[in-house]
């Protein structure tokens, strides 16, 4: 049994599809199980400590917050072999440079207590991901071809959520990339010019970036609901 935390999140809903589709029983936590949607023969508990028969754990540093020492000491103690925990790119920069620690993420907490955890242990270490386009573009391409935005040359290599689930299910399933930590990343870096371009021709339609001030930016998320602080330092790692 394979119990996943952060279940109806962007990778680890994925993973579980891969999961189930490779055979394996999967017990997934959600805060609402009822509404979780996940597929046929998964159980959704609302618990992270449900380790009853269960041999690996997925640890999403969101979802287990400042709880991963104790869940994964608890995790030791109820027979569970192997923890995969999910971490970011830049997680040794200062903790102020991380901008999705603004949004509840402790990439850093996650992947030291898998590491000291005395469990078998993997950490993934993603870039961005590539649904980030859609969460900061979405809106103004269905409003039109024009995307404003910072930093129209900074370039980044997005990894696609599926990509980055399938790692996982093979961290978890086999012994080959015990006590290592994987950068991962996308196929090939793009700027942002670049990659609305590439947006532009699989939909049909001459997308352009119009670069425009950080701080407008900044402003604009904060405006769709962003925390402010996640857009300073968002703003300050393109600069960077």
Same mark, same amino acid.
């Given at each position: 049994?394979?119990?996943?935390?952060?279940?109806? &999140?962007?990778?680890?809903?994925?993973?579980?599809?891969?999961?189930? +589709?490779?055979?394996?029983?999967?017990?997934?936590?959600?805060?609402?199980?009822?509404?979780?949607?996940?597929?046929?023969?998964?159980? *959704?508990?609302?618990?992270?400590? +449900?380790?009853? &028969?269960?041999?690996?754990?997925?640890?999403?540093?969101?979802?287990? +917050?400042? &709880?991963? *020492?104790?869940?994964?000491?608890?995790?030791?103690?109820?027979? *569970?072999?192997?923890?995969?925990?999910?971490? +970011?790119?830049?997680?040794?920069?200062?903790?102020?440079?991380?901008p999705s620690r603004f949004r509840g993420d402790r990439n850093k907490e996650a992947e030291e207590a898998a590491v000291g955890s005395g469990l078998e242990w993997v950490s993934l270490r993603p870039c961005s991901f590539a649904v980030n386009t859609l969460t900061s573009w979405g809106g103004q391409i269905r409003a039109g071809d024009v995307v404003r935005g910072p930093?129209?040359?900074?370039?980044?290599?997005?990894?696609?959520?599926?990509?980055?689930?399938?790692?996982?299910?093979?961290?978890l399933l086999t012994d080959e990339f015990a006590g290592q930590r994987l950068e991962l990343t996308g196929p090939r870096s793009l700027t942002h010019e670049q990659t609305l371009a590439i947006i532009g021709e699989v939909i049909g339609r001459p997308l352009r970036y119009q670069e425009i001030a950080p701080e407008a930016a900044a402003q604009g998320m904060v405006a769709r609901g962003f925390p402010q602080p996640f857009a300073e330092a968002l703003m300050a790692r393109y600069a960077r």
């Amino acid at each position: 049994m394979i119990l996943v935390t952060g279940a109806t &999140g962007l990778v680890a809903r994925p993973l579980i599809e891969l999961l189930v +589709a490779q055979g394996a029983k999967v017990r997934a936590v959600s805060r609402s199980p009822e509404t979780a949607g996940l597929p046929d023969g998964v159980e *959704v508990v609302a618990r992270p400590d +449900a380790f009853d &028969g269960v041999s690996a754990l997925f640890l999403h540093p969101r979802a287990v +917050a400042g &709880g991963a *020492v104790e869940l994964l000491e608890s995790a030791r103690r109820n027979g *569970v072999r192997r923890v995969v925990a999910l971490s +970011a790119s830049n997680v040794d920069d200062d903790l102020t440079d991380q901008p999705s620690r603004f949004r509840g993420d402790r990439n850093k907490e996650a992947e030291e207590a898998a590491v000291g955890s005395g469990l078998e242990w993997v950490s993934l270490r993603p870039c961005s991901f590539a649904v980030n386009t859609l969460t900061s573009w979405g809106g103004q391409i269905r409003a039109g071809d024009v995307v404003r935005g910072p930093y129209a040359k900074f370039a980044e290599a997005l990894i696609h959520e599926r990509d980055l689930a399938a790692v996982g299910a093979r961290a978890l399933l086999t012994d080959e990339f015990a006590g290592q930590r994987l950068e991962l990343t996308g196929p090939r870096s793009l700027t942002h010019e670049q990659t609305l371009a590439i947006i532009g021709e699989v939909i049909g339609r001459p997308l352009r970036y119009q670069e425009i001030a950080p701080e407008a930016a900044a402003q604009g998320m904060v405006a769709r609901g962003f925390p402010q602080p996640f857009a300073e330092a968002l703003m300050a790692r393109y600069a960077r």
